[in-house]
């Protein structure tokens, strides 16, 4: 009876759906919608195979982080925790604390495509997944039609396309790639209260915190809006237990990542060490003086003029979602003036009560929420707009549509036309230029010191009175022979981090840093062996092993609700 409930209720949110929308101007069947979305978000990235890679500012920062993990993972070590060669080989700490999730995609399609080649796949991937994502979530409550529409106008967004033809925020843009589907199974969830619903939420937002951290928390919060206006409210603590025992599921498969991120915060440098204005929350409020000041926050303040543009059409269905007392459009519009606003000096109190929402830096970072939901009110809204056109032609009813058409002008001259594109050829030469440079503050031990700082080391260890053989040099893993003589302090060029170890055979010797954050140990009098490796502590293991069962359980119910399903097609 529960699940008949429900099925009744997906119905007459489907029967509204289509009374508000002209179903007979938006009539596609799944099949063709999904190859039309498919479709789209390959035409997406056509620019970048005909023109090269877009070069945002933070390009370099994503393939020097791409290149040595694609490698260390060639040679077994699926999930490394040491960046050794940035830095001039003084290495740094970035793999532990950036999410990995791109970069396993790059990873896993660069040896059949080149780094040219798995680039543009892994965008086209992206897109489609962002697309179909939308049509994902808003199939459930729209015609196919309008869900397609809702799709398509996600991938063009003036925000979320910016992500990749001009900012290069790669990882933000494999983010919102997972959003929708997060948005999809806590609707679900809020709605059916299906376990497989809570499973794949929980699967989803594991993705989401494995690929980038700024939208994880802003995600988070708006999804918790979202679903504190979409939920039942007969059903409140049923729906919220399911809903918890989503997110807790996202975090038990996340944990490998987070738990050794959480825990060595305090040994790198960060946002505490040093801080700069560029990165306070606090002067990158669009619409504000401070954003004057800035570059990037100024050009925010254009983005968002255009966000606000392509939402325009939707404005009549404010009114209509009112009257139909439907939660889906109410709980989406919701979420879009909330997400608007946490860009606005009016936001303010929010970010300083908030626990971590400071550390997103960048208010306009909501623009990525703003133009989700802002896709699918405007493909709900457009058919009534056309109809209102036909019946009551106004020169006032035209306004929202040309802000609208002057969205996807910008989009199409200043977004994608304007970018700075590498040829296939300029590439190649990119990224080994790349590899040792100076890395990002924030990810650099508490200790270390900038390199125009540190002395000039002639070798990989140096020891005053005593020689040096290097035999093995690896990203964590050393080991050099030491001649005879007495003990001495050996400096070895790696800035020191407290999960290297060393020993001479039996012996465990002390890793400390020097007073530029260079790695010293006393090597013991007599010939030796030293060997240094970097070592997880036990909790990331243990870490390790929950994420890794909770993939497996995720796995196996997913297996095990598909046989399901076909034993009972099998026995109808």
């Known amino acids: 009876m529960k699940a008949a409930g429900n099925e009744l209720s997906t119905s007459q949110d489907r029967q509204s759906a289509a009374r508000l929308v002209d179903a007979r101007i938006f009539h596609l069947n799944d099949a063709r919608a999904i190859l039309l979305i498919a479709t789209f978000s390959a035409a997406l990235v056509i620019p970048i195979a005909l023109w090269g890679i877009p070069q945002g500012g933070d390009l370099a920062n994503h393939y020097r982080f791409a290149l040595p993990f694609y490698e260390s993972i060639e040679k077994g070590n699926l999930y490394p925790g040491w960046l050794a060669e940035s830095n001039d080989g003084y290495g740094d700490a970035r793999f532990r604390f950036y999410p990995p999730g791109l970069y396993y995609l790059l990873a896993l399609l660069k040896p059949v495509t080149g780094w040219f080649g ?138 490998f990542f987070w738990v050794r991120m959480l825990s060595e915060l305090s040994w790198i440098k960060g946002s505490g060490v040093d801080p700069k204005a560029y990165y306070d929350y606090r002067l990158n409020f669009i619409f504000s003086p401070a954003a004057l000041t800035n570059r990037n926050t100024w050009y925010a303040n254009l983005l968002a003029l255009t966000t606000l543009a392509f939402l325009l059409p939707a404005v009549i269905l404010v009114r209509k979602a009112y009257r139909s007392g439907k939660l889906p459009y109410l709980a989406i519009f919701v979420v879009t003036v909330f997400s608007f606003m946490m860009t606005l000096p009016l936001s303010k109190p929010l970010w300083s009560v908030i626990p971590k929402l400071s550390e997103v830096q960048f208010p306009w970072r909501w623009l990525a929420v703003t133009s989700l939901t802002a896709s699918v009110l405007v493909a709900t809204a457009l058919p009534a707009w056309f109809d209102l056109l036909r019946t009551q032609i106004r020169p006032l009813y035209f306004l929202p549509m040309l802000g609208f058409v002057f969205s996807i002008i910008f989009v199409a001259t200043q977004i994608v036309w304007d970018s700075d594109y590498m040829s296939r050829q300029e590439f190649a030469s990119f990224l080994p230029s790349i590899r040792g440079a100076v890395s990002f503050k924030d990810w650099l031990p508490v200790n270390a010191q900038p390199l125009t700082e540190l002395p000039k080391m002639s070798a990989n260890v140096e020891l005053d009175s005593r020689r040096a053989a290097v035999e093995v040099w690896e990203p964590e893993y ?62 990331v293991k243990i870490a390790s092993v929950v994420s890794g069962i909770s993939w497996l359980l995720l796995f196996f119910s997913a297996a095990f609700r598909t046989f399901m399903k076909r034993e009972d097609r099998a026995a109808i």
């Open 478 to 539: 050393r080991r050099f022979q030491i001649s005879d003589g007495p003990a001495v302090d050996a400096r070895v060029k790696t800035f020191y981090y407290p999960n290297w170890i060393a020993s001479a055979g039996t012996t465990l010797l002390e890793v400390r840093p020097s007073a530029e954050g260079v790695a010293l140990l006393t090597v013991p009098a007599g010939a030796t062996t030293v060997e240094m490796r970097f070592r997880e502590p036990p909790k």
């Open 118 to 255: 798995s680039s543009v796949v892994s965008f086209a991937i992206l897109s489609a997944l962002g697309c179909l994502g939308v049509y994902f979530w808003t199939r459930s409550f729209l015609p196919s039609g309008a869900a397609a529409l809702a799709s398509v106008l996600y991938g063009v967004t003036p925000y979320h396309l910016n992500e990749l033809y001009q900012a290069s925020l790669l990882s933000e843009y494999a983010g919102c790639a997972v959003l929708p589907f997060v948005f999809a199974f806590a609707d679900r969830v809020c709605m059916r209260r299906k376990l497989s619903d809570v499973a794949a939420l929980g699967a989803v937002y594991a993705l989401l915190i494995l690929t980038n951290l700024p939208l994880a928390v802003i995600g988070s919060l708006s999804v918790l809006v979202f679903s504190l206006v979409r939920i039942e409210r007969d059903k409140v603590a049923q729906t919220t237990l399911k809903l918890v025992l989503g997110v807790f599921i996202g975090v038990a498969a996340s944990a």
